[in-house]
């Protein structure tokens, strides 16, 4: 029997954190890349691209406020200087609500905390923001 090639859902993931419990409404940002390294020799009017340093980029977790404050504490620790960094995993789920795909994050540590945008008029759940930066990214 063929394994099913359907695309999942992008609503359907669960993120973990080591000492962190909290659901997350938004993930933004799993990339990498390597920009090239330009040199020519000599006489060579050829320009050779070599591969550069792997980047990884900044993830984003988004989520609705709540009474728990374990992402501030964590971030309150980088601010007071503590090396506070922890390792992690994205997955995204498959119909059973089993992970399908997984990134594991490492060495990730808070570099930006981001309140809610309040407003009298709204109906909108606050949400706050974490923005992790980290020193490598892998798929499962």
């Not at 063929?2 to 997350?24: E, H, L, M």
């Not at 390597?34 to 340093?53: N, Q």
């Amino acid at each position: 029997m063929a394994a099913n090639q359907d695309p999942f859902n992008n609503y359907r993931f669960i993120v973990q954190i080591d000492g962190i419990n909290a659901g997350f409404s938004e993930v933004i940002g799993l990339e990498t890349e390597s920009k090239p390294i330009e040199y020519r020799e000599g006489g060579d009017h050829i320009v050779r691209k070599l591969i550069g340093l792997p980047r990884y980029g900044n993830v984003t977790l988004k989520r609705g406020v709540t009474v728990t404050n374990e992402l501030q504490k964590w971030h309150r620790n980088i601010l007071n200087g503590q090396n506070d960094r922890r390792n992690g995993s994205i997955s995204l789920l498959d119909e059973s609500g089993g992970p399908a795909v997984t990134w594991k994050i490492f060495n990730a540590w808070p570099t930006k905390w981001e309140g809610p945008d309040l407003n009298a008029r709204g109906n909108e759940v606050a949400i706050e923001t974490l923005v992790l930066c980290i020193d490598r990214l892998e798929r499962e």
